[in-house]
C-alpha cells in the first residue's frame, strides 16, 4: 500500500489504476507516522464518480483519481476540521490569499497576475482544490494534487490572510464584505457532505472561518491594475 500525507493527513492508497499515484507523487510519505485511515477503491467507486453530471465523459482511471479526493475531503471533513474550497491560493511572505469564483470567471488568471507581479515573493499553493484546515485557532490553507487545468500546487500550507470573491467587471473596483455576504458563494465552492452529522461539521467549520478571515468582493478587469488594487487593500502593502 502506498503512504501519502496530504493536509497533515497521513493515509494509505490501494488504487486500481497508476493515475492517482502519478498525481500524488509529490506527496508521498516516507516518515515514521503510522497511516490514520486507508483508502480502498473499487468499481462502484468510480462508478459513483460516473454517475454525476458531466463525468461520464472521463476515463476510469481519472474517475477513481476523483474518487480518492472525495474520500480523503470526507475523512478530513469529519475527523480534521477541514474543507476543500474550490479556490486559486497563493502565499505571499508566508500568508495565504484565496480567490474564488465560478470556473471561467478569472480567478486562475487574477492568481496569475499576482505570480507575474510579486516573481519569486508568490508560492502557488494550488490552483483549484485546496484544502482549508481549522487548526488551533487559525485557518490554514493547503496544497493537493488535484490542481486545476495548469496543474500549478506546491506541497506546502500558510495561514490564510484573506479570503478574495472575484466578479467580472468594466471598473477596478475592491470593498470588504460581511460572512454573511460571503457564505453562499463559499458554500458553493465547496464539496457538500449528504450526512446531517458531516453537513453540521462543514456549517460549523464556515461559521468560523468566516468570522475570522477577512473577506473581499474584488471587481475587476483581466489587467495587472487589478491585481495592485487587490495586493495592495488585501496586505497593505506597495508594491516594490
Known amino acids: 500500500m502506498l503512504i501519502y500525507k496530504i493536509a497533515d493527513v497521513v493515509f494509505g492508497l490501494k488504487p486500481l489504476y497508476k493515475y492517482t499515484p502519478h498525481l500524488c507523487e509529490n506527496y508521498l510519505y516516507t516518515g515514521d507516522l503510522e497511516p490514520e485511515f486507508s483508502i480502498v477503491t473499487t468499481e462502484d467507486d468510480i462508478a459513483y464518480e460516473r454517475s454525476l453530471s458531466g463525468a461520464e465523459k472521463f476515463p476510469d482511471y481519472y474517475l477513481e483519481s476523483l474518487a480518492v479526493f472525495r474520500k480523503l475531503c470526507d475523512f478530513v471533513l469529519g475527523f480534521r476540521q477541514g474543507i476543500i474550497f474550490h479556490s486559486s491560493a497563493v502565499a505571499v511572505d508566508g500568508k495565504a490569499y484565496l480567490f474564488t469564483a465560478p470556473s471561467g470567471t478569472g480567478k486562475s488568471t487574477h492568481a496569475r497576475l499576482w505570480r507575474e507581479m510579486l516573481g519569486d515573493k508568490v508560492v502557488m499553493i494550488n490552483d483549484d482544490k485546496p484544502i482549508i484546515r481549522y487548526i488551533d485557532g487559525g485557518f490554514f490553507v493547503y496544497g493537493t494534487p488535484w490542481n486545476g487545468k495548469h496543474h500549478l500546487d506546491t506541497n506546502a500550507r500558510a495561514e490564510i490572510a484573506a479570503i478574495c470573491e472575484i466578479r467580472q467587471g468594466k471598473e477596478n473596483t475592491i470593498s470588504k464584505i460581511s460572512s454573511k455576504e460571503m457564505l453562499a458563494v463559499v458554500f458553493n465552492q465547496t464539496l457538500r457532505p449528504k450526512e446531517l452529522v458531516k453537513m453540521d461539521n462543514l456549517l460549523s467549520i464556515l461559521d468560523k472561518l468566516l ?16 491585481a495592485e488594487l487587490s ?10
Open 211 to 226: 468570522t475570522s478571515v477577512p473577506l473581499y468582493r474584488l471587481e475587476c478587469d483581466i489587467s495587472r491594475e487589478a
Open 231 to 240: 495586493y495592495g487593500t488585501m496586505t497593505g502593502k506597495e508594491i516594490k
